[in-house]
């Protein structure tokens, strides 16, 4: 498999283009069949109802550009089984979403349900040495990353909580893995993380605020086990081991907070962790005073100083590296804290 800079760029272009059309079609659907976000309850921000399933269109766009391209490329016996331990546990976990979308779903049978393809797809993974051995001992890797597949996918469908919040930054941090993949000449994980990113911006045509769509359970689901299985996937080559790991959470910083000042907050309130509030990152941006565009915009704007910092820490890991992870985990303290300190109700 060999793709060059402008078959990336053509695929990334088809990514945003395809999703941004596929989304008219997606949201006539969610409309003509009352799939709709009602402004029922007190952590609910719209004023009005917004349909949902958008992470359809998301979802479809990545499966068609990829697969179309590995059969264009004539790659698909080497590349469709790589690309298929991705795609099909993240479309399996999507349409559980659809599912909680549609029908509703109890908390703890999703749980269950996403335990199981988490570990699954760590198996797989292990099994086809996809990845390397953080730990030196296949139970224990098998239960990090299937914790780390679990916790992301839950992650990403915490912080869709704001019109174009998640969406784009899902897409910032998608562009700083293709990045790091590119420059290691991982030319699989640049096509899928590149590909995901601009699906994701192109969502955002509809997604921005006021949003006139949301991806939903189905897209934040599918976008979880994506950017988890490629953060894992990803190999920054980095030496010793720990600082590439390290990379992981930095990528994906600003969804990771977000999930642990919202569970952190309705614990101490003696809730369950899995009941909606209005505790996120961006409820507290704006009860600061911010509006829902500019809460948007600043949370992508801290998920772009953690991704460079990420991208800084590979290019120059001997010479700054330990020293810019010691600013990125003190950084992310330092804002935990502030957010913590803003009331988690109004």
Known sequence: MSISAIQFILLGTAAFALTGILTWPVRKTALWIGAMDLPNSDRKTQREAVPYLGGISIAGSICILTYGAIYIGDNTTTTFPLVNYLLLPAVVMG???LVDDLRGLEPWPRLVFQTLIGSLVALVMIKNEFTG????????????FALWIVGMTNSINFFDNLDGGAAGTVAISCFGISFIAYSQSQELVTALAFVTGCACAGFLLWNKSPAKIYMGDAGALFLGVVVSVLTIRLNPGIQPQWRSLALLPILLA?????????????????????????????????????????????????????????????????TCGAQLLAVSVSLWLATFIWFWRIPSTD
């Open 95 to 97: 349409l559980m979403g």
């Open 133 to 144: 051995s953080p730990t030196g001992n296949a139970i224990l890797d098998n239960a990090l």
């Open 254 to 318: 600003v969804p990771i907070l977000d999930t642990c000042i919202a569970v952190f907050s309705r614990l101490r309130r003696g809730i369950s962790p899995f009941q909606g509030g209005r505790d996120h990152l961006s409820h507290r941006l704006m009860r600061k005073g911010l509006s829902k565009p500019s809460a948007a915009y600043a949370l992508w704007a801290m998920q772009a100083g953690f991704v460079a910092c990420a991208v800084s820490i590979y290019q120059w890991p001997d």
